[in-house]
T-cell receptor, first 112, second 110 residues
Framework: NAGVTQTPKFQVLKTGQSMTLQCAQD?????MSWYRQDPGMGLRLIHY???????DQGEVPNGYNVSRSTTEDFPLRLLSAAPSQTSVYFC???????????FGSGTRLTVV | RKEVEQDPGPFNVPEGATVAFNCTYS??????FFWYRQDCRKEPKLLMS???SGNEDGRFTAQLNRASQYISLLIRDSKLSDSATYLC???????????FGTGTRLKVLA
């Protein structure tokens, strides 16, 4: 099993560009989430999903979109990148929400 | 006020010492709690769940105090390899939105 796979691992964007961070899991997990991690702020929930076709907002959803068309994939879209979105992004999945999430290795995004 | 709060540390302890971290949560509806470990520039990894009755996994013991709304992590016989940041997490029933604390940094010194 690959677990939770995130691509790309590193990305540099110019302000105003859009991009999609990919996240895939092969564990048949229903629950998936996106977090961003910034120094001094900890991990903050952006969006999460409890199954295909179901998504909801977390603490910091502005500037990001998600969709969940399959159980396996949960892409995160940056609509118009801003320097404030420079961060490390983690995708995570869980079979059942009370058993803890498994995290991907992260995407380090820099917006210049 | 953050929903989950931790002392950022760092806690510098000698090898073999016992160290304890606390984490407070403000949402009384929080149902499930976890401790995660995060090494520098790596993803968080689940260390243990926290049960109402307390639970132990080797050198690690987790406790939950609902009345005072805090969870704790005790590490006995600290190893150099325990050096990491420890994140506490709470989640409310039915939402599975995990809210993380900012983490407590532990350095175990030789």
């Amino acid at each position: 099993n690959a677990g939770v796979t995130q691509t790309p691992k590193f990305q540099v964007l110019k302000t105003g560009q859009s991009m999609t961070l990919q996240c895939a899991q092969d564990m048949n997990h229903e629950y998936m989430s996106w977090y961003r991690q910034d120094p001094g702020m900890g991990l903050r929930l952006i969006h999460y999903s409890v199954g295909a076709g179901i998504t909801d907002q977390g603490e910091v959803p502005n500037g990001y979109n998600v969709s969940r068309s399959t159980t396996e994939d949960f892409p995160l879209r940056l609509l118009s990148a801003a320097p404030s979105q420079t961060s490390v992004y983690f995708c995570a999945s869980s079979y059942e929400g009370t058993r803890g999430y498994t995290f991907g290795s992260g995407t380090r995004l820099t917006v210049v | 006020r953050k929903e989950v709060e931790q002392d950022p540390g760092p806690f510098n302890v000698p090898e073999g010492a016992t160290v304890a971290f606390n984490c407070t949560y403000s949402n009384s509806a929080s149902q499930s709690f976890f401790w995660y470990r995060q090494d520098c520039r790596k993803e968080p990894k689940l260390l243990m769940s926290v049960y109402s009755s307390g639970n132990e996994d080797g050198r690690f013991t987790a406790q939950l105090n609902r009345a005072s709304q805090y969870i704790s992590l005790l590490i006995r016989d600290s190893k150099l390899s325990d050096s990491a940041t420890y994140l506490c997490v709470s989640t409310t029933s039915g939402t599975y939105k995990y809210i993380f604390g900012t983490g407590t940094r532990l350095k175990v010194l030789a």
